[in-house]
């Protein structure tokens, strides 16, 4: 089966950096667009960063010149550099892979990791 697994959220306080990591794993073919997407407490899941496979990105405006996402083909990893946190980047960080596997193309979801900014 296939499996995105994130990891590297945390605790920090403003000003501080994290980097976020997925991993994907299973009986994938290749792997097209991956993204990160955050969700607020009593909020709608929203797109933080996203890469194609020629390696475009697009980014939300609140994070734009503070966080990088990238993306390593060969490990199908995908990365979330954030520099510069903010209180209000705290949330459940999700990441999320369009791919094909030998038989299908579909959209998976990670289980997601906790980033944490004090003030």
């Known amino acids: 089966q296939v499996q995105l697994v994130e990891s590297g959220g945390g605790l920090v306080q403003a000003g501080e950096s994290l980097r976020l990591s997925c991993v994907a794993s299973?009986?994938?073919?290749?792997?097209?667009?991956m993204g990160w997407y955050r969700q607020f407490p009593g909020q709608l899941r929203e797109l933080v960063a996203s890469i194609s496979s020629g390696g475009n990105t697009n980014y939300t405006d609140s994070v734009k010149g503070r966080f990088t996402i990238s993306r390593d083909n060969a490990k199908n990893t995908v990365y979330l550099q954030m520099n510069s946190l903010k209180p209000e980047d705290t949330g459940v960080y999700f990441c999320?892979?369009?791919?094909?596997?030998?038989?299908?193309?579909?959209?998976?979801w990670g289980q997601g990791t906790q980033v944490t900014v004090s003030s």
């Open positions: 299973g009986m994938i073919f290749s792997i097209s667009a």
């Open positions: 999320n892979s369009d791919l094909w596997t030998r038989s299908r193309y579909g959209n998976y």
